[in-house]
């Protein structure tokens, strides 16, 4: 079956330390955004990518960092310098066409907390 | 100012009922496309429908249709003969001007609960 697949679900950090969050998609897409989600707001870009080994910023990338070596795969690096890391993330893609808009198709998200 | 504003935090509807879920928008961009998805207590997000500034006429999916109403800049989400499974978060979201839809601005959402 295609679609996104987003792991772990769950993770725990200590204070100080990096985690990566893992995002692979087997739907061919050459577009794909990590997203965070605070309780009671919608959802803000992190980064996004449209190509392979290339991505951009969106409105709160700092603190994280990303990569796009492979077209499946877009991993998202929380560091030790976001301030306030708990939150749901969300992984996407979707096709990219210029002047089309296009919906995006989501993982499961992972939830990581701050301990 | 708030670019997308879902004004119903939660609500409550009897099964079967039809449900309308608010969205209003802000934009001077006379390009920009309307989505709605909806996120189960599993957490992803799932596309439900989607409209663009210069369609004719409102959008429909199955039991999802929405009531376009350009000059009051609202996009509001009809769900006709509402079901259990049903019961989830929606969000409305804008993609404006050229920015491309990687960059969607998003309202904070309505939780819908569907009773027996």
Not at chain 1, 36 to 44: A, E, V
Request: aromatic share 12%.
């Amino acid at each position: 079956d295609g679609g996104i697949t987003q792991s772990p679900k769950y993770l725990f950090r200590k204070e100080g330390q990096n985690v990566t969050l893992s995002c692979e998609q087997n739907l061919n897409h050459d577009a794909m955004y990590w997203y965070r989600q605070d309780p009671g707001q919608g959802l803000r870009l992190i980064y996004y990518s449209q190509i392979v080994n290339d991505f951009q910023k969106g409105d709160i990338a700092e603190g994280y960092s990303v990569s796009r070596e492979k077209k499946e795969s877009f991993p998202l690096t929380v560091t030790s310098a976001q301030k306030n890391p708990t939150a749901f993330y969300l992984c996407a893609s979707s096709i990219s066409q210029q002047g089309r808009d296009t919906e995006a198709f989501f993982g499961q998200g992972t939830r990581l907390t701050v301990v | 100012a708030q670019k997308i504003t879902q004004t119903q935090p939660g609500m409550f509807v009897q099964e079967k009922e039809a449900v309308t879920l608010d969205c209003t928008y802000d934009t001077s961009d006379p390009s920009y496309g309307l989505f709605w998805y909806k996120q189960p207590s599993s957490g992803e997000m799932i596309f439900l429908i989607y409209q663009g500034s210069y369609d004719q006429q409102n959008a429909t999916e199955g039991r999802y249709s929405l009531n376009f109403q350009k000059a009051r800049k609202s996009a509001n989400l009809v769900i006709s003969a509402s079901q259990l499974g049903d019961s989830a978060m929606y969000f409305c979201a804008m993609r404006e001007g050229w920015r491309g839809n990687y960059q969607l601005i998003w309202g904070a959402g309505t939780k819908l609960i569907i009773k027996p």
